[in-house]
């Protein structure tokens, strides 16, 4: 595995002074498990999906080997993820997408939540509580050719989406008014829950997890997607 891939999903452990320093990614305070002590100004999760297609299949058996990371020589702080070349097994250079998701985990830096053993108290609701569970999903949901024309347009590829014409652009008060209903009736707030979702157990790996047999969770499965509306 490249180094770019090894650094694609880490955790930025923010000690209330600001963002960090260094490419997420690399940078001194980023980890690819969880932050192993109390994080002042809260933990970034980053993620960078690939940059590199095979050119050919459109999907694959693990949903991954179709696409790469970037390979070459790494920067001098270790990040391969800008300026680097595609490997000859995936020419295909595709946009770049990078995100990152801020979680408040301040009222749980209290030392009474934290182990003695040095451990840390975060789990992921699946089940993971070492943080390597972690990941991203990209779900394609551009209307038509609209992704191209974007693409197409020096205007949409700057970092302005002012200028970007060829797209129907929305106000902030009109994406705030976008909703989507709830369709999952579980707790998500508010309140401490006895149990993980979907009944799921604490595992450590590395072996596959398992599933709890008879679990009386609600289901979070959906059988079509459904339009939001503004």
Known sequence: MNVAAVNQTTFRCWDGTGIGPGTPG?????TRDFPKGPCLGGIRTQVYFPQC????????????SHVAHPVGIPARDGSLMFGTDCPDTH?????FLFMETVW??????????????????????????????????????????????????????????????VLTRRSEEEMARCRQAVRVPEITEGQYIEKLPGCNPIQYGPEPATAVPNCDAVSTTISIPIETSV
């Open 53 to 64: 297609w095979d050119g050919v299949n459109l999907d694959s058996e693990d949903h991954e």
């Open 91 to 95: 020419p295909v250079r595709i946009p």
């Open 104 to 165: 408040d985990t301040k009222p749980f830096n209290h030392p009474d939540l934290w182990p003695e053993d040095g451990t840390q108290p975060l789990v992921w609701s699946m089940g993971d509580p070492t943080g390597y569970g972690h990941h991203a999903d990209y779900v394609f949901g551009w209307q038509g050719d609209s992704l191209k024309r974007a693409m197409d347009d020096e205007g949409c590829m700057t970092s302005y989406p002012g200028i970007c014409e």
């Open 26 to 30: 690399t940078g001194a305070q980023d």
